[in-house]
């Protein structure tokens, strides 16, 4: 072709790669792999996970060797702790245990319950081009012995004026006062 500087090729490049074929048990055992991973990389991240499932199969484990009764005692042990814990240290069972409980209890059953109707009806939530509502997510809750406090991740385009412009609705919402 004249005039376009390009170079002359006798054979047409392969625009198609080959197909692989794989079988469904391979595709099954890469899925699996790829759980296990995430998983592994969770329990890495969070010890707590793991020493709850460690103390779960621990558990199950002497509940099958040796019966009800160690883990009975186990547990009637652990309560005991707890109350001896809160009786002889108020103060730092109430920051370790009773706002923490209290701060998953808040989150889970009043504001992640609420929060997509709430969020909507103030007008944080946005409609997307084919009909799906995105609404900011809840990140953490912590609680005090008066103030919650409730981490929310913003939407992209959302400033703090929009949520500080609906706040008062939302703490009627959520049976606030502030």
Not at 6 to 30: C, H, K, N, Q
Not at 63 to 85: Q, T
Not at 112 to 126: E, P
């Amino acid at each position: 072709m004249p005039g376009t500087g390009g170079v002359r090729v006798d054979e047409p490049y392969r625009l198609r790669a080959d197909t692989i074929r794989l079988s469904v048990w391979a595709v099954l055992a890469g899925w699996i792999l790829r759980r296990l991973g995430r998983l592994l990389l969770a329990l890495v991240r969070s010890p707590a996970l793991l020493a709850a499932i460690g103390l779960t199969c621990s558990t199950v484990w002497v509940f099958h060797l040796l019966g009800p009764v160690p883990v009975g005692a186990a547990g009637v042990v652990l309560i005991l702790i707890g109350l001896g814990w809160r009786w002889r240290w108020p103060d730092g069972f109430d920051r370790h245990v009773r706002l923490r409980v209290r701060g998953w209890r808040r989150g889970t059953w009043l504001y992640r319950r609420l929060w997509v109707s709430a969020a909507t009806s103030c007008g944080l939530s946005r409609d997307r081009t084919n009909g799906i509502i995105v609404v900011p997510s809840i990140v953490r809750v912590r609680a005090t012995c008066s103030v919650d406090r409730v981490l929310v991740r913003m939407l992209p385009g959302q400033t703090l004026d929009d949520y500080a412009t609906t706040s008062p609705r939302l703490a009627q919402t959520f049976g606030a006062q502030d």
